[in-house]
């Protein structure tokens, strides 16, 4: 159904993760390191990623971000830490959900395959507003006519804001959308992505409009 890239230095751990994903249909890629797998995910198509953040050579947070300078495929994170820090790290990173060991295989296979139902919903073709311009099959941001570079939980957030325009949208709603249910950081998370996002976006960030004790709101004629 998938290529998957398996990113786990640990042997035991790797075998049981690539076992439940190949019993979902799915073909798996290990890496034992960071440097490996960037030489997977550079010479193979793959379509989802798991990562584990303790590497050696390369460490997990380091290869989401090279990782997601090359493609946009969805990357879950593994981790034996639970610390909010560490999580709004890899968020920032580029990657799309956590697991924190231990973690059930079934349930990583949920994940795995709801992501990859998410990532294959055919994309509109441009969404622009006022000098931004989306071209979602690429997941590219253009500013003015110039590409800007967007951490990919940006990218996503403008992304639903401008295929929801004018729509408003609690901080928890965004939560859910963006960072999915089980996501257990706090709503300052999305407090943080937009004002980076705005400041990327320069004047153009006052399309996403700030409504007190409602949440935010896309606006096209601003």
């Not at 560490?86 to 296979?109: E, I, N, Q, W």
């Not at 951490?151 to 729509?167: D, G, I, R, S, V």
């Amino acid at each position: 159904m998938a290529n998957i890239l398996v990113v786990e230095d640990e042997k035991n751990m790797q075998d049981i993760i690539i076992e439940y994903l190949q019993r979902g249909g799915h073909t798996c890629f290990a890496a034992d390191d960071g440097v490996d797998a960037l030489l997977l995910l550079k010479n193979n198509p793959m379509d989802l990623m798991i990562l584990d953040v303790m590497m050696p050579h390369l460490d997990g947070f380091s290869v989401c971000r090279v990782a997601r300078e090359m493609s946009s495929l969805p990357i879950i994170m593994l981790t034996a830490k639970s610390d909010e820090e560490d999580k709004l790290k890899g968020y920032d990173y580029g990657a799309d959900d956590y697991m924190t060991k231990p973690f059930s295989p079934r349930v990583l296979l949920a994940k795995a395959n709801a992501l990859l139902r998410r990532f294959s919903v055919n994309p509109a073709e441009t969404l622009s507003a006022g000098k931004i311009t989306i071209l979602p099959a690429a997941h590219k941001v253009y500013l003015d006519g110039k590409e800007i570079a967007l951490t990919h939980k940006e990218y996503e957030l403008l992304n639903f804001f401008m295929a929801n325009a004018e729509q408003i949208f609690s901080r928890e709603q965004l939560l859910n959308r963006i960072w999915g249910y089980d996501f257990d950081g706090g709503t300052r998370t999305v407090d943080t992505h937009i004002k980076t996002l705005r400041q990327k976006l320069g004047s153009e960030g006052k399309h996403i409009v700030t409504l007190i004790r409602s949440g935010y709101k896309f606006e096209v004629a601003r």
